[in-house]
């Protein structure tokens, strides 16, 4: 197939288009900054230019194209409200719109689990309809629209499925596992509530191969949402310990109750917002309330439809993720 990945200068978007080139596709990029990625043709534009005037870069991206993967998003703890409404929704209608008028034939939506995440525990689910009304934050709130806005569009002749990959990490991470490792060494992470909590995440090159797994799958399971992980949950205290020992720093030794925590969290959010602009704009707050409500409460998933649907598997476990990383982190040294 001939298959465009937007996003693909990110972590995970970097990863998918890899993925997807190395098993014998032809890949194009679509995103702001050069993807690094040899063997793709990358195209520069954003996906939030277009949406009232039509944007030559996009629609050159999606022409010719079989498949689309769409990964460009704001991923932030907290910004604008406005620039994640036009990033993730109103990008992604245009994204989608791009992909159905030049006949592109299968849509792969990549979501998150938060757009079903109200911030009460969530153990052994499948993937829960995406809420907007009930996901916490500006970003989980907007990733739920998408992805209604995007399973809305499924169609015959037009086969959109939802992922939705849980906590991706791995060597090169700097979402989670270079914050994790920078307030460790710094004496900054705690530990919140006892620390017991069972949380799911994934792999890099799992979350890449399931991707992959769903672009192929398409036309089979379309009009569906799937949740990705590596099935291994484990305590979050367990999964701190073992990012900080793969790099090196101690891990968490003092801990704070979740509830003041979240608390904290919610007035951290509301000074952040009433900040002035240029005023750390780049910056993330040390906490907010869903980071505490991700810390502190369990989130674990079956992935026995997801594994069946998408005949999918993952490749990587944890404890050899943590291999991997401890050897990053040396050779970086």
């Known amino acids: 197939m001939r298959v465009l990945v937007t996003g693909a200068s990110g972590f995970l978007g970097r990863a998918v288009a890899a993925r997807i080139s190395a098993a014998g596709h032809e890949v194009r990029t679509f995103q702001r900054r050069p993807s690094g990625?040899?063997?793709v043709e990358d195209v520069h534009g954003s996906i939030t230019t277009g949406a009232d005037t039509p944007y030559a870069g996009l629609a050159y991206a999606v022409s010719g194209m079989h498949a689309v993967v769409h990964l460009a998003a704001k991923v932030s703890l907290t910004g604008d409200p406005a620039e994640f409404e036009a990033v993730n929704v109103g990008g992604t209608g245009t994204v989608l719109q791009a992909a159905e008028d030049a006949g592109v034939s299968r849509f792969v939506y990549v979501s998150s689990p938060s757009v079903a995440h109200s911030g009460?525990?969530?153990?052994?689910s499948d993937a829960l309809?995406?809420?907007?009304?009930?996901?916490?934050?500006?970003y989980a709130r907007t990733k739920a629209q998408a992805e209604l806005l995007a399973l809305a569009a499924d169609a015959p002749g037009f086969s959109v499925v939802a992922v939705r990959p849980h906590l991706v990490w791995g060597p090169g991470d700097t979402q989670l596992i270079e914050r994790i490792v920078d307030r460790a060494r710094l004496g900054r992470l705690p530990l919140l509530g006892h620390?017991?909590?069972?949380?799911?995440?994934?792999?890099?090159d799992n979350a890449a191969s399931a991707i992959h797994a769903a672009l192929d799958a398409a036309e089979r399971v379309h009009g569906q949402s799937y949740v990705i992980t590596n099935g291994e949950p484990r305590p979050v205290a367990e999964l701190l310990a073992g990012i900080c020992g793969a790099a090196n720093v101690a891990a968490p030794a003092w801990r704070v109750p979740a509830s003041a925590a979240r608390a904290a969290g919610s007035i951290i959010e509301a000074i952040w917002?009433?900040?002035?602009d240029g005023v750390g704009q780049t910056d993330q707050p040390p906490m907010?309330?869903?980071?505490?409500?991700?810390?502190?409460?369990?989130?674990w998933f079956d992935q026995r439809r997801t594994r069946a649907d998408l005949g999918w598997t993952p490749l990587v476990s944890l404890d050899e993720g943590f291999e991997r990383l401890a050897a990053h982190y040396r050779v970086g040294r």
Not at 120 to 124: A, D, E, L, N, T
Request: overall charge positive; aromatic content about 4%; charged content about 20%.
């Open 37 to 39: 990625l040899p063997g």
């Open 120 to 124: 009460s525990s969530i153990m052994g």
């Open 288 to 299: 907010t309330r869903f980071l505490a409500e991700q810390l502190s409460t369990a989130h």
């Open 195 to 204: 620390g017991a909590a069972l949380i799911d995440t994934t792999y890099i």
């Open 273 to 276: 917002r009433r900040r002035p």
């Open 129 to 138: 309809p995406a809420s907007p009304d009930q996901a916490r934050g500006d």
